[in-house]
């Protein structure tokens, strides 16, 4: 457990290429050829990482500007994913997470039941914040370990759904989105485009990147669309004029490199998925694989990343007017594009639906996050997380996650009843998709 936890520290940037690596060469790929892709793998997610670094220390000082400036005084702070994937591997239960959901992916993966091969261990920690916080909520542990192999489950069941849709808008073939904020955004975006279809008025509002830009020029260019954005939210937060052009140019520079980098991390995972592809098709006739990855892969899209920086003020905003919310959002604001990253998919790059989406998505994260308050932070004491004098926090992602919600509440109110239920709703929709994979397509 101790080398899987040292090598998990690592960082995705190292540990993945060399899983990656070692993958390739089962799959028979040349090592030279393996070597390079993994690498470039790695490459790319340091490259994205530096991008998400400069989107973060950019809206960071915005952010504070305008806590500050409108006198916004809640009582609980977002601390955001890196403090809550802390606290998720810190706990007694979250070093166990890793193996829990590998052996759940290669049980599932040998019964059929999913196509799906998540390599993206890192992001097992969103499995891990579920037990931890179910087993800190009732004191059973076994609770908090079937608990992770539902939410693996269920990670799986979303990866395979909307993998088409994935191949389609994205243009990631053979991936799958196994990420845990992002992957349940797809059914959840669903329904709200049903909905969308048929209120008058908004089933006719229609933007997205082409549009704006056909219609604004040289200002609906995605990059100068960023600029834009930047400067205004820099005015919004009163920050200096050199300060607000500064954030103008830092988002013009996430909206251009981010793309970049997810091309990057595509042209070394091709390969990849080719040989795996090839390797199932040979050994397992009729059967398709996935390869598992983070929605990192989809936040560079230019829809995703325009969406999401609108609705920065907009969460700050509701944040004020909502009553009952006690959430300051801060940490996971410039996790934005990956709450709405399946959103996107859906309403296939339509930036309004994207937003209001967004807002209602945000609205619940909010009442969820300070409904979780009070287990988050006594969850991080037992992690012996840094509170830096803070009486009460959270986080707005998986900590204001509907799903995370749906397995907390109920596990803690009907503890086993509800557990095996959800696992058995999980079950069910596994076999329902792999039954519905084997009925043949008809015109």
Same mark, same amino acid.
């Given at each position: 457990?101790?080398?899987?936890?040292?090598?998990?520290?690592?960082?995705?940037?190292?540990?993945?290429?060399?899983?990656?690596?070692?993958?390739?060469?089962?799959?028979?790929?040349?090592?030279?050829?393996?070597?390079?892709?993994?690498?470039?793998?790695?490459?790319?997610?340091?490259?994205?990482?530096?991008?998400?670094?400069?989107?973060?220390?950019?809206?960071?000082?915005?952010?504070?500007?305008?806590?500050?400036?409108?006198?916004?005084?809640?009582?609980?702070?977002?601390?955001?994913?890196?403090?809550?994937?802390?606290?998720?591997?810190?706990?007694?239960?979250?070093?166990?997470?890793?193996?829990?959901?590998?052996?759940?992916?290669?049980?599932?993966?040998?019964?059929?039941?999913?196509?799906?091969?998540?390599?993206?261990?890192?992001?097992?920690?969103?499995?891990?914040?579920?037990?931890?916080?179910?087993?800190?909520?009732?004191?059973?542990?076994?609770?908090?370990?079937?608990?992770?192999?539902?939410?693996?489950?269920?990670?799986?069941?979303?990866?395979?759904?909307?993998?088409?849709?994935?191949?389609?808008?994205?243009?990631?073939?053979?991936?799958?989105?196994?990420?845990?904020?992002?992957?349940?955004?797809?059914?959840?975006?669903?329904?709200?485009?049903?909905?969308?279809?048929?209120?008058?008025?908004?089933?006719?509002?229609?933007?997205?990147?082409?549009?704006?830009?056909?219609?604004?020029?040289?200002?609906?260019?995605?990059?100068?669309?960023?600029?834009?954005?930047?400067?205004?939210?820099?005015?919004?937060?009163?920050?200096?004029?050199?300060?607000?052009?500064?954030?103008?140019?830092?988002?013009?520079?996430?909206?251009? /490199?981010?793309?970049? @980098?997810? #091309?990057? +991390?595509?042209? %070394?995972?091709?390969? $990849?998925?080719?040989? !795996?592809?090839?390797? &199932?098709?040979?050994?397992?006739?009729?059967?398709? /694989?996935?390869?598992? @990855?983070? #929605?990192? +892969?989809?936040? %560079?899209?230019?829809? $995703?990343?325009?969406? !999401?920086?609108?609705? &920065?003020?907009?969460?700050?905003?509701?944040?004020?007017?909502?009553?009952?919310?006690?959430?300051?959002?801060?940490?996971?604001?410039?996790?934005?594009?990956?709450?709405?990253?399946?959103?996107?998919?859906?309403?296939?790059?339509?930036?309004?639906?994207?937003?209001?989406?967004?807002?209602?998505?945000?609205?619940?994260?909010?009442?969820?996050?300070?409904?979780?308050?009070?287990?988050?932070?006594?969850?991080?004491?037992?992690?012996?997380?840094?509170?830096?004098?803070?009486?009460?926090?959270?986080?707005?992602?998986?900590?204001?996650?509907?799903?995370?919600?749906?397995?907390?509440?109920?596990?803690?109110?009907?503890?086993?009843?509800?557990?095996?239920?959800?696992?058995?709703?999980?079950?069910?929709?596994?076999?329902?998709?792999?039954?519905?994979?084997?009925?043949?397509?008809?015109?």
């Amino acid at each position: 457990m101790g080398i899987l936890q040292w090598f998990v520290n690592l960082g995705a940037s190292v540990f993945l290429p060399i899983l990656l690596f070692i993958f390739a060469l089962i799959l028979g790929i040349k090592p030279g050829k393996a070597f390079k892709s993994a690498l470039t793998v790695g490459v790319g997610f340091i490259g994205l990482n530096l991008v998400i670094n400069l989107l973060t220390s950019s809206l960071g000082p915005a952010t504070k500007s305008m806590i500050s400036n409108y006198g916004l005084h809640l009582s609980t702070i977002d601390v955001g994913w890196p403090a809550a994937s802390a606290i998720a591997y810190g706990t007694a239960l979250g070093a166990m997470a890793i193996p829990i959901g590998v052996l759940t992916n290669v049980v599932l993966l040998f019964l059929g039941l999913t196509k799906t091969l998540n390599v993206d261990i890192w992001n097992y920690w969103h499995i891990a914040l579920v037990g931890s916080i179910l087993y800190t909520a009732t004191g059973n542990m076994w609770l908090g370990i079937v608990s992770m192999i539902v939410g693996a489950m269920f990670t799986y069941f979303f990866a395979d759904l909307a993998a088409p849709t994935v191949e389609k808008y994205y243009g990631l073939p053979g991936i799958s989105i196994t990420q845990g904020l992002s992957a349940p955004g797809y059914v959840f975006a669903l329904p709200l485009n049903w909905l969308f279809d048929r209120i008058p008025g908004i089933n006719k509002i229609h933007i997205n990147p082409a549009t704006i830009q056909k219609r604004m020029g040289v200002f609906g260019d995605t990059t100068v669309l960023g600029a834009v954005i930047g400067l205004v939210i820099g005015l919004l937060a009163k920050q200096p004029i050199n300060k607000a052009l500064n954030l103008a140019v830092s988002m013009a520079a996430v909206m251009m /490199l981010m793309p970049r @980098m997810v #091309s990057l +991390l595509m042209e %070394g995972l091709t390969p $990849v998925s080719e040989g !795996a592809n090839d390797m &199932v098709k040979k050994r397992f006739p009729g059967r398709q /694989l996935y390869i598992g @990855m983070d #929605s990192a +892969l989809a936040i %560079g899209q230019e829809s $995703v990343l325009s969406s !999401a920086l609108l609705l &920065v003020p907009i969460t700050l905003f509701l944040a004020v007017i909502l009553p009952g919310n006690r959430v300051l959002p801060f940490g996971d604001l410039a996790t934005i594009p990956f709450f709405i990253a399946m959103f996107a998919a859906v309403f296939k790059g339509d930036i309004f639906r994207t937003v209001l989406a967004g807002i209602i998505d945000m609205v619940i994260s909010l009442y969820v996050a300070s409904w979780f308050a009070p287990t988050f932070t006594t969850l991080a004491k037992a992690a012996s997380f840094n509170m830096n004098g803070n009486g009460s926090i959270t986080t707005l992602s998986d900590g204001g996650l509907w799903l995370n919600f749906i397995y907390v509440f109920t596990g803690e109110k009907f503890q086993w009843f509800a557990i095996i239920v959800l696992f058995l709703v999980a079950l069910g929709l596994l076999i329902w998709q792999n039954k519905l994979r084997k009925v043949p397509a008809t015109d």
